[in-house]
């Protein structure tokens, strides 16, 4: 798998976009079909206030992005960082820097929005350079799968904690006393055991991860979410905004009810930039 990503990453992003619109798209969207019915019923329930001409032209746009995407992660392993610096741009760095050296540590919430895989490259556009940047992931069944992924995110520069030791990192990172950020992408289903947070999103009972804010209350953290937009095709703006710089303070279960809200507004933006796919309503909320 990395070797084709090797390959095919010599290409100029035009060429892979015409991969993406002439032969990923159509296979995706009208072949393979790939979880179109579980992608129709997602958009249906999230906008019922929408029109059925509306919500389709959501699920086409989707797919077309869903495309992209995967191009452009390919295209990121070869990518200079001057050029991602152009494509990716954080519109108001100093607030994440300013809160990672008051609190020593910061939660950065994102969620499957527009391009999530060039969001690490964060880690090399810090004015401050003592900050360290790392990446929660979980790891993959497939062996190749996950070598390749762990590659193409260390690209960026940011280093990957899987999500079951991230708690001994952070105790690693605290006695170390340097000022770090997490970036966590939480809108995920939780598995039933673990669905504790429950909320009105997208018109829908859902339940949310709360692991970030159990760890910002425990390290006292500051938490952050990164706002992704789209302005053009392969071009990115993140806009962060401060959810809390006293954890403790907060009411509980008020963090994640605020991610939780800010996503939702996110996805509200640019609806076909949230990744529809992924089954988020599999767990009806108990009675």
Request: aromatic share 12%; hydrophobic share 45%.
């Given at each position: 798998m990395l070797l084709l990503i090797r390959i095919f990453s010599l290409l100029p992003l035009p060429i892979l976009y015409l991969l993406a619109?002439?032969?990923?798209?159509?296979?995706?969207?009208?072949?393979?079909?790939?979880?179109?019915?579980?992608?129709?019923?997602?958009?249906?329930?999230?906008?019922?206030?929408?029109?059925?001409?509306?919500?389709?032209?959501?699920?086409?746009?989707?797919?077309?992005?869903?495309?992209?995407?995967?191009v452009e992660i390919i295209y990121g392993?070869?990518?200079?960082?001057?050029?991602?610096?152009?494509?990716?741009?954080?519109?108001?760095?100093?607030?994440?820097?300013?809160?990672a050296r008051k609190k020593h540590g910061?939660?950065?919430y994102l969620g499957h929005m527009c391009n999530w895989e060039w969001i690490a490259d964060v880690g090399k556009q810090f004015q401050d350079k003592s900050i360290v940047e790392y990446n929660v992931y979980r790891k993959?069944?497939?062996?190749?799968?996950?070598?390749?992924?762990?590659?193409?995110?260390?690209k960026r520069g940011g280093e990957c904690v899987e999500k079951n030791v991230l708690l001994r990192k952070l105790v690693q990172l605290r006695h170390a006393n340097h000022p770090?950020?997490?970036?966590?992408?939480?809108?995920?289903?939780?598995?039933?055991?673990?669905?504790?947070?429950?909320?009105?999103?997208l018109h829908q009972d859902t339940a949310f991860l709360d692991g970030g804010e159990v760890l910002a209350r425990k390290f006292d953290l500051g938490v952050v979410y990164a706002n992704i937009t789209s302005p053009?095709?392969?071009y990115y703006r993140i806009h962060f905004e401060v959810i809390t710089d006293d954890p403790m303070a907060m009411p509980e279960n008020a963090i994640t009810l605020r991610y939780a809200s800010l996503i939702e507004a996110n996805i509200r933006q640019q609806p076909e930039r949230w990744l529809w796919t992924h089954n988020r309503w599999?767990?009806?909320k108990p009675c």
């Amino acid at each position: 798998m990395l070797l084709l990503i090797r390959i095919f990453s010599l290409l100029p992003l035009p060429i892979l976009y015409l991969l993406a619109d002439y032969l990923i798209y159509p296979l995706v969207r009208y072949v393979v079909r790939y979880r179109l019915k579980l992608v129709r019923k997602n958009i249906t329930l999230s906008f019922p206030e929408k029109s059925e001409v509306e919500r389709n032209m959501i699920i086409n746009a989707f797919y077309h992005h869903f495309a992209d995407i995967l191009v452009e992660i390919i295209y990121g392993y070869r990518v200079s960082d001057e050029e991602m610096r152009e494509r990716v741009v954080f519109e108001n760095m100093e607030v994440l820097e300013d809160l990672a050296r008051k609190k020593h540590g910061v939660i950065a919430y994102l969620g499957h929005m527009c391009n999530w895989e060039w969001i690490a490259d964060v880690g090399k556009q810090f004015q401050d350079k003592s900050i360290v940047e790392y990446n929660v992931y979980r790891k993959q069944k497939n062996a190749k799968a996950d070598n390749a992924m762990l590659v193409l995110r260390s690209k960026r520069g940011g280093e990957c904690v899987e999500k079951n030791v991230l708690l001994r990192k952070l105790v690693q990172l605290r006695h170390a006393n340097h000022p770090f950020v997490i970036g966590l992408i939480a809108d995920q289903k939780p598995s039933p055991r673990n669905a504790h947070t429950w909320t009105t999103f997208l018109h829908q009972d859902t339940a949310f991860l709360d692991g970030g804010e159990v760890l910002a209350r425990k390290f006292d953290l500051g938490v952050v979410y990164a706002n992704i937009t789209s302005p053009k095709r392969g071009y990115y703006r993140i806009h962060f905004e401060v959810i809390t710089d006293d954890p403790m303070a907060m009411p509980e279960n008020a963090i994640t009810l605020r991610y939780a809200s800010l996503i939702e507004a996110n996805i509200r933006q640019q609806p076909e930039r949230w990744l529809w796919t992924h089954n988020r309503w599999k767990w009806a909320k108990p009675c």
